[in-house]
Structures are given as structure tokens and as C-alpha cells.
């Protein structure tokens, strides 16, 4: 499949073809990745995931709810593509609004994993990373809010990275969890994701939570050779599979055989992060999802007799399980008598755990975390959500404390032939850092 950098250099003749070629996998691959095309623009064609707005094109964010409604405004992710030569090209499926790691709660239904049909391509972000592993995209955009870009291109073998929060701008995203989202670049390699990268970060001035700073391009600076101190976190690997183990084991050889330094770490336990994100980022969810309502966006119930009415049905219709559960905790956990107990305190947590990592930083250069406990799961396999949200222990906590962080494939396992992948995290805004690891890393790895 042609690169990003490739397909940069490439004639609007021959992106045609690209293009063509693009939808031809699509179809052969039967993946549900690519649930819309768009053949308007005539940059590089970039795959964007259903919750990021892009002027005249339908955005559901993968649910009934808002199935109608029309984009009147790019994000402003979606210009800077346009002003250097890239072109929303697709739509990519996704759980429904970003609230899953499996892209099984899309009101279009799953996403296959390329690698094995009957297993899931992770969340959710799923339909971004499916694609690009399966030659049906170049490169895609897609969010992360607990883990959404780096454990679907985990689970597909593919890189996904995550920016320092505020470093790419949320306008134009459909809000999840508005203190945990970014918006990042899934890619076959690292040299594609800081390309992509560079691309769409920036300071905008419609996001107030965008950092206002000087950034100069990263993807020309990239340097493999650089030295650096990699912290491994023993406790953290001690819970994942004994798959991922071995992936660890071989990643530190690796590291090693570069050149880097290795630290041995402990962490706080992971329960405290899944406990606080999932207060945080459903309470947060539960407000901005108030909008939705029958009157403004979208679908509205039919026969309805009172405005009371049309709110109640257009949720219970509109919404699927996962994100009427959501709702229901996040509201929980702002109500009267609750909140001091529950989101109050969770806060508090959320600052304990940007500590710890600030304490790591100073000893360590990076850190080097599973993304996932294990290999992705059978399709129809997590019937308990609890399970599912154990599955993000290992990436929520650098969304509660707003870190960049990068997914690499390591290797396949050797009894499902099914791809691993790890996490280096940085501080915030050492992005150039976090690619030079992780271009290091690659190198040495030589994942296929």
C-alpha cells in the first residue's frame, strides 16, 4: 500500500487511481470500516472518523440519533488537510459516539478485524484503524478519548497516535468527554503519523482549551538515533496476558539493542485510573450528550404528544445500551448528595495520577505501557461492560492527565496470528521526543 509521504508526491491523475483502487479493497474486504465515500476533493484521500465534521457531509458519530443531520462547517482539522493537499475522502465507523473499544455499538453495525473476521478491530476508532490495516485507506483521523486511536491500531497492527491535549484542535469534534478528547493520526507507520501529525496540530483560536505555542514541523526532525532513558512498568505488564508479556519482553531486547537505557518502575495500581475516568468521562458525557434531544440535531421521535415526550422518546429511540449507560452513571455521579462523594473525589484522583507521572518524568525520558491486556477479542465475546472498560486500564490514565502517546505493532502471537502492540507515552508536548523512540523502535522491531 502507498505511503502518505508517497502519495503526497503523486499527480491528481494518479490519486484518482489511488482512490479508486481504495474502494475496490473496500468492497472485496467486506470490513464495514468504510460506511461512506466522498470523491469531491482531489488532495490525498484521508479516511475521517463519523464524529469530526466536514461541510455537507453527513456525521452521526455512528448512532440513530443523529442520522440526517448534515455538516454545516469543517472541522478545523479538516481545513488545515485542505490547505495542505490532503482531501476528506471517507467515512469511517466508530462505536457509537466514541463510547465502546470494540466498534460493535455502531448503529451500521460492526467492524471486522482484517487480520481475522471473527474477532473485533478494537474502539472506538475501529472503522480508522481496520481501514488503513487493510489497505482501504492511506492514513485516517480518528479520536481518543480513554484509548480509542492507540488500542484499535493495537489490535490491527497498525500506528495510532495521540497528542498532548490541546495540541490539535477539537473543533468540529463531536464532544465525548471534552476534558479527554483529542483527535490524532492513525497511519502505516511513524514517519506517516508525524507527517499527519504536523498537518493538523496547531493553535486555533475557536478551542479554548488549545495550546497557544510555537511548534515547529516534527516530521523532518525525526531522529532514530537519539538515546534515551525508557521506563517499564513492572506491575502494569504483571496484569496483561501472557501474549503481551512476551510482545514487552521482545520490545525491551529491542530497546535495548538500540541503544536505550532501561528503568525498571512500579505505578499505582490501574483500578484507580479505570474508577476515575469512568466518572469523569461519563459525567462529562452526560452533559454534552444533553443536547441531543429531538429539537435541534438529528432524528425526533414520531407521535409525540407533549415536549416532555419528545425528549424522553427521542433518547430512548435515539441512543443505544452502552451510551444510555453512560448517560445514566454520569448523571449519578453529578447528582445532589453524590457528587462531593463521586466526582469530587475522582478529580482529586486525577490530580494524585498526573503527579505520579510527573515523578516518573523526572528519571525517565519515556515510558513504554501495554495498550491493551490482550489480543482483540471474538466478535459478540464481552457481554459484560465491566469487562470492557477493564480493557482500557492500560490508556485512560494518559487521557485523564493529557499526555502524547504513540501505538507501535510489535509483533503477532503465535497461536492466533494476531497483532500486539505497545505505547510509548511522553511528557506533554515532547512529541518530537515520542516520535524519535518511536522511529527508533520501529526501526529495530522491523514489525511485518
Not at 491500531?153 to 476534558?179: E, I, Q
Not at 534515551?228 to 512476551?246: E, L, P, R
Request: aromatic share 8%.
Amino acid at each position: 500500500m502507498i505511503t502518505l509521504k508517497e502519495a503526497l508526491k503523486k499527480s491528481k491523475e494518479e490519486l484518482k487511481e489511488i482512490k479508486q483502487e481504495l474502494k475496490n479493497r473496500a468492497k472485496e474486504n467486506g470490513l464495514n470500516a468504510v460506511i461512506a465515500w466522498d470523491e469531491s476533493g482531489d488532495g490525498v484521500p484521508i479516511l475521517i472518523k463519523d464524529n469530526i465534521q466536514v461541510k455537507n457531509w453527513s456525521v452521526t458519530s455512528g448512532s440513530k440519533i443523529l442520522q440526517g443531520y448534515i455538516a454545516p462547517y469543517d472541522a478545523t482539522v479538516i481545513k488545515k488537510l485542505r490547505k495542505n493537499s490532503l482531501s476528506p475522502f471517507g467515512r469511517a465507523n466508530m462505536d457509537e459516539f466514541a463510547m465502546g473499544s470494540t466498534t460493535e455499538s455502531s448503529f451500521y453495525g460492526p467492524t471486522l478485524n482484517p487480520h481475522d473476521k471473527t474477532r473485533v478491530p478494537g474502539g472506538s476508532s475501529g472503522g480508522s484503524a481496520a481501514a488503513v490495516a487493510a489497505g482501504e485507506a492511506i492514513a485516517a483521523l480518528g479520536s481518543d478519548t480513554g484509548g480509542s486511536i492507540r488500542q484499535p491500531a493495537a489490535f490491527c497492527g497498525v500506528v495510532g497516535m495521540k497528542p498532548t491535549y490541546g495540541m490539535v484542535s477539537r473543533f468540529g469534534l463531536s464532544a465525548y468527554a471534552s476534558s479527554l478528547d483529542q483527535i490524532g493520526p492513525i497511519t502505516q507507520n511513524v514517519e506517516d503519523s508525524a507527517i499527519l501529525f504536523d498537518i493538523i496540530k496547531g493553535f486555533d483560536e475557536k478551542d479554548s482549551t488549545s495550546a497557544n505555542l510555537d511548534q515547529e514541523a516534527i516530521a523532518p526532525k525525526i531522529n532514530p538515533d537519539e538515546k534515551f532513558k525508557v521506563g517499564v512498568v513492572d506491575n502494569y505488564i504483571a496484569q496483561a496476558s501472557s501474549k503481551v508479556q512476551k510482545a514487552y519482553e521482545e520490545a525491551i531486547k529491542a530497546l535495548k539493542t538500540e541503544g536505550h537505557e532501561i528503568i525498571h518502575l512500579n505505578m499505582t495500581n490501574t483500578k484507580y485510573d479505570i474508577a476515575t475516568y469512568y466518572i469523569i468521562a461519563t459525567a462529562e458525557a452526560a452533559t454534552n450528550l444533553a443536547r441531543f434531544d429531538g429539537v435541534r440535531y438529528g432524528n425526533r421521535a414520531k407521535d409525540i404528544k407533549n415536549v416532555e415526550e419528545l425528549f424522553y422518546k427521542t433518547r430512548s429511540q435515539g441512543f443505544g445500551d452502552e451510551v444510555k449507560r453512560r448517560i445514566l452513571l454520569g448523571n449519578f455521579v453529578l447528582s445532589s448528595g453524590y457528587y462531593d462523594a463521586y466526582y469530587l473525589k475522582a478529580q482529586k484522583v486525577r490530580h494524585l495520577i498526573k503527579d505520579e507521572f510527573n515523578k516518573i518524568f523526572s528519571k525517565v525520558d519515556t515510558i513504554l505501557l501495554p495498550v491493551a491486556p490482550d489480543i482483540a477479542p471474538k466478535l459478540n465475546s464481552i457481554s459484560d461492560p465491566l469487562e470492557m472498560y477493564k480493557s482500557d486500564m492500560y490508556t485512560i490514565a494518559i487521557n485523564l492527565v493529557g499526555l502524547p502517546a504513540i501505538s507501535l505493532p510489535v509483533m503477532k502471537d503465535s497461536e492466533y496470528n494476531m497483532p500486539i502492540g505497545l505505547q510509548f507515552v511522553c511528557n506533554a508536548f515532547e512529541e518530537q521526543r515520542l516520535f524519535n523512540i518511536a522511529s527508533s523502535f520501529e526501526r529495530s522491531i522491523n514489525y511485518k
